[in-house]
């Protein structure tokens, strides 16, 4: 082979965060919503982290990453010192964002609920931006944590566009985005409701508890 096709061949090569740093850009684009650049970083780590989603598990952790209920990990963090707490709770805030937005489709079945992974995610991020400022006075992570926290459904849209089959490849259950949205209000999907015909209702409580 010669130098000049194995360099073609090089080129051809996309990292995971140059892939997902061009899914997040274009979702932000698509989704018009603006974002900082500190939380765009920090979504393509995320989403590069979780190719291998098992590497993410505490050590002491049985189980498959996936059957892990966040309840346990709640224990465990409310059990650990505050560096280990940080990273678990990071670790729930993480998995909350990633489930939210990769796995929409579970969410009209009634044991995956986005309105308890949007709370369990929101504060997980919370706790995590208090813990950053209490015990490491770190005003950036700060800053970061406190952003995922107060904006969790948005970012929940973001990952959730970079997951999307284009609509021609799918059908589109409309009941059940109904259901999604009257769950987490995503402005997401009440794009993809009005882009059906349909314009949803507004009403006081739709996360359910």
């Not at 969790?152 to 259901?179: H, Q, T, W």
């Amino acid at each position: 082979m010669s130098e000049h096709a194995k360099s073609s061949n090089l080129q051809l090569l996309v990292t995971p965060e140059a892939f997902f740093q061009e899914k997040i850009s274009h979702a932000v684009q698509n989704l018009r919503i603006e974002m900082d650049n500190h939380i765009e970083f920090y979504l393509v780590n995320l989403l590069c982290n979780f190719i291998d989603p098992q590497k993410q598990l505490p050590q002491q952790t049985e189980g498959s990453f996936l059957d892990t209920p966040l309840a346990i990990l709640l224990k465990q963090a409310a059990e650990s010192p505050p560096q280990q707490r940080l990273r678990i709770l990071k670790l729930i805030g993480d998995t909350s964002l990633y489930m939210s937005g990769f796995f929409q489709d579970y969410f009209n079945r009634k044991i995956f609920d986005i309105g308890y992974y949007i709370a369990i995610g929101s504060s997980a991020y919370n706790t995590a931006s208090n813990i950053v400022r209490e015990h490491h006075n770190d005003e950036h992570f700060y800053a970061v944590y406190r952003e995922l926290a107060d904006n969790f459904v948005k970012f929940v849209d973001v990952v959730a566009e970079v997951s999307d089959v284009p609509k021609e490849n799918r059908p589109i259950d409309i009941l059940a985005v109904y259901d999604r949205w009257a769950r987490s209000n995503s402005a997401r999907l009440r794009r993809i409701l009005e882009q059906a015909g349909i314009q949803p209702v507004e009403v006081h409580t739709r996360i359910a508890q």
